[in-house]
């Protein structure tokens, strides 16, 4: 299973940008997905997450701003970035829960690379 994420660059504040993140593999279904980021020295943080239903959780520095959406069709998540902040700049990962059988139902948590945003003032 790998999780291919693009998107990232970098703009100027106000600007935006749009993130996604492709499931591949054998898998049985792909579960919550999410976007964490994480700045130097920092712990990685929860940015937004979707279950499979389509049910959201933002953090509360992004809502307004982003918005996270999924193609199920397609195991792929996105994460609008618009009104973009300074504070915005970090290496923002995505992540999913999957379910895959081999003669039994397993639940894995699967990362992406990072991929960097950076906000300009």
């Known amino acids: 299973v790998q999780l291919q994420a693009s998107g990232g660059g970098s703009v100027q504040a106000g600007g935006c940008l749009r993130l996604s993140c492709a499931v591949s593999g054998r898998v049985f279904s792909v579960n919550d997905m999410g976007w964490y980021r994480q700045t130097p020295g920092k712990q990685r943080e929860l940015v937004a997450i979707?279950?499979?239903?389509?049910?959201?959780n933002l953090d509360d520095s992004v809502k307004g701003r982003f918005t996270i959406t999924r193609d199920n069709t397609e195991s792929t998540v996105y994460l609008q970035m618009n009104s973009l902040k300074p504070e915005d700049t970090a290496v923002y990962y995505c992540n999913a829960e999957v379910s895959r059988f081999s003669g039994y139902f397993t639940r894995d948590t699967y990362w992406g690379h990072g991929t960097l945003v950076t906000v300009s003032s």
């Open positions: 979707i279950t499979r239903s389509g049910n959201t």
